[in-house]
């Protein structure tokens, strides 16, 4: 689905990612343990402890029972999602809603209130 992305939309998620998202950092979060926890914490973006935001959305990679780790799981706090939606196209947007009514089946208003406007965050 991400190549349907217009190439405006991908290299804004792209830089926003690169410049906002410590990997390095995010890799030193790898233990034998594979607590979720850590990985959630604070928002991936702007660092903000997740219990102190209005809302947020967790994205992860899980494969069967299995969570791929790093840079997911991550935690994005509901003002970090409004500046990635603030930064896509609306050919972009557009490709996002038409998947999530697809493939989603959430009662009328789910959504009314998050911060990214009546959309899920892309993570
Ligand atoms: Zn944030």
Not at 27 to 46: D, F, K, M, V
Not at 111 to 122: H, I, M, V
Request: contains cysteine.
């Amino acid at each position: 689905m991400a190549q349907e992305f217009s190439d405006e939309s991908q290299q804004a998620l792209a830089t926003f990612f690169t410049e906002r998202v410590q990997l390095d950092e995010r890799s030193q979060l790898l233990s034998p343990s594979n607590l979720i926890e850590p990985w959630i914490r604070h928002c991936a973006a702007c660092d903000i402890p997740r219990n102190e935001t209005k809302s947020y959305s967790v994205g992860g990679i899980i494969l069967g029972d299995n969570m791929i780790y790093d840079p997911y799981p991550l935690c994005l706090c509901g003002d970090c999602e409004e500046e990635i939606q603030s930064l896509l196209s609306q050919q972009t947007l557009g490709v996002w809603d038409d998947f999530i009514q697809t493939n989603f089946d959430c009662p009328p208003g789910q959504y009314r209130d998050l911060p990214t406007k009546g959309r899920p965050a892309l993570l």
